[in-house]
């Protein structure tokens, strides 16, 4: 079984940055692709990024050239970092181990984190 936990949301003003990161238990973080969801209120569950095992990324488009995906295998951490915020990347984010038979097949989630953009 896999546990993530979130933290480093808050709430920020329009143009600010925010580091969110993703701790995950186990031995094999590091052969894990990760990803980070977000859900604003009253919307569904988007993905904003993923990073592969080999560190190969992806991004919505609502956030690329803003947000940046990485890992640090050593710390089992999952990072998302978020420049240049608009009110519109409010939501609660969520780290996700994908299943794959690494997870037995489970879909792991977090618990979220919530992100405020506002003046």
């Known amino acids: 079984q896999v546990q993530l936990v979130e933290s480093g949301g808050g709430l920020v003003q329009p143009g600010g940055s925010l580091r969110l990161s993703c701790a995950a238990s186990g031995n094999i973080f590091a052969r894990y692709t990760m990803k980070w969801y977000r859900q604003a209120p009253g919307n569904q569950r988007e993905l904003v990024a993923v990073i592969t095992s080999g560190g190969s990324t992806n991004y919505a488009d609502s956030v690329k050239g803003r947000f940046t995906i990485s890992r640090d295998n050593a710390k089992n951490t999952v990072y998302l970092q978020m420049n240049s915020l608009k009110p519109e990347d409010t939501g609660v984010y969520y780290c996700?181990?994908?299943?794959?038979?690494?997870?037995?097949?489970?879909?792991?989630w977090g618990q979220g984190t919530h992100v405020t953009v506002s003046s």
């Open positions: 996700n181990t994908p299943p794959t038979p690494l997870t037995g097949f489970n879909d792991y």
